[in-house]
């Protein structure tokens, strides 16, 4: 028979357990709240983030726009260079940490997929390679070019019997895949060619990569006021490593100098404003007009941040209204999400 304190201790524990049960749901309810809070918080942010790389590009976009309609020629002393300008940002009541870019101008680069059908290009794409920051030997700089030509051709036949860079070598790899026969779709693609290594094609040891130097879209022309250093070295075919390299200083001291902007519309201004170099022999490739550029946004809120990469053609066309002058439209090449910053939106 049970007594009374023994009835009571029962219903002690009973209850205590009760108590702890209901203590244990709440704190898992707690943590499901605080977990779904912080999700819908994180989501949000990832969200503005991607608004702000959005809104990036429509800056971007009007600065180049802008740009067109001032004048024809294209430098590294124009807006576009310096985007995002933080008191743009400000005029918008952007806060300035919440996007960051650049804009590259692809009309600077080296026209990958001319190599074949431009001799100038070829020529021009050895010289990268021997000059500094890639010192290679003539002869492997030449393989290299072949095999590109060979991966661009309709044919079958290897330019090199040494270095043959057809079929007859790609299927005989250790996972083989056939020679392409036709235009480069992504940079990347150069790393499937003879002779492309990783240490070359990408940044390595301090040395920036071949990547950097090259373009998929291009109408054949490279830039003068607006290639990178390596580039501006292998334009002329009658001097020294070290004497090209001098060559590539002067030119961009002389396109960097805000007094000189005036002067980067004509093509031959190393030649006329330098007079030094009055008898250079360079390809008749050389532009100071430009068409298609990179524009690189990322844009930021809280921790979360969302990266656009997208190249653009810009078109400027004179317009007849007293108003407006010109218009500028741009067709767009390639659009890309920055995989390494975000989660596409509709994954979430």
């Known amino acids: 028979m049970k007594t009374p304190q023994t009835q009571t201790g029962a219903i002690l524990v009973l209850v205590l357990l009760i108590i702890a049960m209901l203590s244990a749901i709440m704190v898992e309810t707690l943590n499901r709240l605080s977990a779904d809070a912080t999700f819908a918080t994180s989501r949000l942010n990832r969200f503005q983030a991607r608004e702000n790389a959005e809104t990036g590009l429509v800056l971007a976009l009007r600065s180049l726009a802008e740009d067109g309609y001032e004048n024809t020629y294209d430098t590294l002393q124009e807006d576009w260079n310096t985007f995002p300008a933080p008191e743009e940002l400000k005029q918008f009541n952007i ?7 650049t804009i590259t101008d692809e009309s600077g680069l080296l026209p990958i997929n001319y190599i074949l059908k431009n ?3 070829a020529e021009i794409f050895v010289r990268l390679l021997t000059n500094a920051p890639y010192g290679l030997e003539e002869q492997e700089a030449e393989a290299i070019r072949d095999a590109i030509q060979d991966w661009l051709d309709d044919d079958d036949s290897p330019r090199s019997e040494i270095n043959p860079a057809e079929d007859n070598f790609y299927l005989t790899r250790e996972l083989p895949y056939h020679c392409k026969n036709g235009t480069f779709s992504s940079k990347d693609e150069l790393l499937l060619v003879r002779g492309i290594t990783t240490d070359l094609f990408f940044d390595h040891d301090g040395r920036p990569g071949l990547y950097r130097y090259i373009t998929l879209h291009s109408k054949g022309e490279i830039n003068i006021n607006t290639a990178p250093l390596a580039l501006l070295a292998a334009l002329p075919s009658d001097r020294s490593n070290l004497a090209a390299q001098e060559f590539a200083h002067d030119v961009d001291t002389f396109r960097r100098a805000k007094t000189n902007e005036d002067l980067l519309g ?10 030094r ?8 490739v050389i532009t100071t007009s430009s068409a298609i550029f990179r524009i690189h946004v990322l844009g930021m809120f809280g921790m979360a ?3 656009l990469d997208i190249i653009v053609e810009r078109t400027i066309r004179d317009r007849m209204t007293q108003t407006d002058k010109h218009e500028a439209t741009f067709t767009t090449l390639e659009r890309r999400v920055d995989s390494r910053l975000e989660t596409p939106l509709d994954a979430f």
């Open 266 to 275: 004509d093509s031959n201004w190393f030649r006329t404003e330098l007079k």
């Open 119 to 121: 001799t100038a290009i």
């Open 305 to 307: 941040k969302s990266g």
């Open 95 to 101: 806060d300035t940490n919440d996007i960051q870019g």
């Open 277 to 284: 170099y009055a008898d250079i022999v360079v390809p008749d």
